[in-house]
């Protein structure tokens, strides 16, 4: 096996693509948690996006949503923080002071997503434009307070949740060992991901609940003929949605670092829509898309800690010498790539984005 692996490895050109298989097979339990703490703000955004366009509702307004949250949270742990100073607890590290920050970040979302769902239920403005305002007064709004408010308080935080560390006799388990490792070793929110990916998808398609959405979003007047209230339903999806979409913003600022950085979504808002395309407006499809766009970020990040060598330092002297900034961009390339070969193939829902009006019933 050893003289395969070496003859393959020795083809010009192509024994590159085999070594990078090699590498990716032997990195892969290691960058697993990282590969799932990328995809965490991701798939929470996915999710958001998820419940939005199954009740008929485009937000492309996730990324403002996820940076309105992220800043709330921060802000709103370290006011706590100094009201309530306390010490971590043994299990995540978690203080008042944080659990204050994700439930503001949660709260603040949903008034969004309130405002979006006023926007595009009630108004019936046009859904993109109401989603680019809130992204466009997101990226300003915070801007602005993050030097108005944290800047002038250096040192404001509420510090992060701690990361579970699981038990060696879990980790070491052949085949599954490295599984339960990605989703063991990770904080709270990251933790709950796969949580919330599972029980929305069983809602979503196994629930009274779910049927109804799904008929919304699918014809919202046929839905209003069996007695669905669709204006309701279409509020309570998108402001529950929103939910998520907190919940992604306190991740970015409680979890994964302890600091409020101005833009610091990063496009992540749109990667989630993306990832909701890919994965056919389903839960786990959109979680298994967040997943797979990390995925070539947590190589980046495995090449500068620990690059190719022995057999495969071929392959390492030519992913060594590609800058950094590459590997950072791979996951928005990889984005566009997929969207480009999926768009036309993945069937949205029919009445997605357009605005119901309600029929006289006089």
Not at 94 to 101: F, K, M, N, R, S
Not at 208 to 215: D, K, M, V
Not at 255 to 268: H, L, P, V
Request: proline share 6%; aromatic share 8%.
């Amino acid at each position: 096996m050893e003289q395969l692996f070496q003859t393959l490895y020795g083809i010009p050109l192509l024994g590159l693509v085999f070594q990078l298989g090699g590498y990716l097979v032997d990195r892969l339990p290691s960058i697993a948690p990282i590969v799932l703490g990328l995809a965490a703000p991701i798939a929470l955004g996915a999710l958001c996006g998820v419940m939005n366009e199954r009740s008929g509702v485009v937000n492309i307004g996730i990324e403002g949503i996820m940076l309105i949250a992220a800043f709330v949270a921060f802000v709103a742990g370290a006011f706590a923080a100094d009201a309530f100073p306390a010490e971590g607890s043994d299990v995540f590290g978690v203080t008042p002071a944080l659990l204050i920050g994700v439930a503001a970040a949660v709260i603040s979302a949903m008034l969004v997503s309130l405002l979006h769902a006023w926007l595009s239920i009630s108004i019936r403005a046009d859904q993109i434009i109401s989603g680019t305002i809130i992204n466009i007064a997101a990226l300003g709004l915070t801007g602005y307070l993050n030097r108005l408010i944290i800047s002038a308080n250096p040192r404001a935080g509420a510090g992060t949740f701690k990361s579970f560390n699981p038990p060696d006799a879990l980790v070491d388990l052949p085949i599954i060992g490295w599984v339960l490792n990605m989703f063991l070793d990770q904080g709270p929110i990251a933790m709950i991901v796969i949580v919330l990916v599972i029980v929305l998808q069983i809602m979503l398609f196994r629930s009274r609940w779910g049927l109804r959405t799904r008929a919304v979003g699918e014809h919202p007047k046929a839905a209003d003929t069996v007695g669905i209230d669709v204006i309701a339903l279409r509020y309570r999806n998108v402001i529950i949605g929103g939910a998520f979409a907190g919940l992604a913003g306190a991740y970015l600022t409680l979890e994964a670092t302890s600091s409020f950085q101005n833009g610091m979504t990063s496009g992540r808002g749109f990667i989630a829509l993306a990832a909701v395309i890919f994965g056919r407006w389903t839960p786990i499809g959109s979680f298994g898309a967040a997943l797979m766009f990390t995925a070539a970020e947590a190589l980046g990040v495995a090449i500068r800690f620990r690059p190719p060598d022995g057999d495969l330092a071929a392959l390492g002297d030519v992913m060594t010498a590609i800058p950094n900034q590459v590997y950072g961009a791979l996951p928005y390339i990889i984005t566009i790539i997929i969207l480009a070969g999926v768009v036309g193939r993945s069937i949205p829902p029919a009445a997605v984005g357009q605005p119901y009006y309600k029929e006289s019933r006089a």
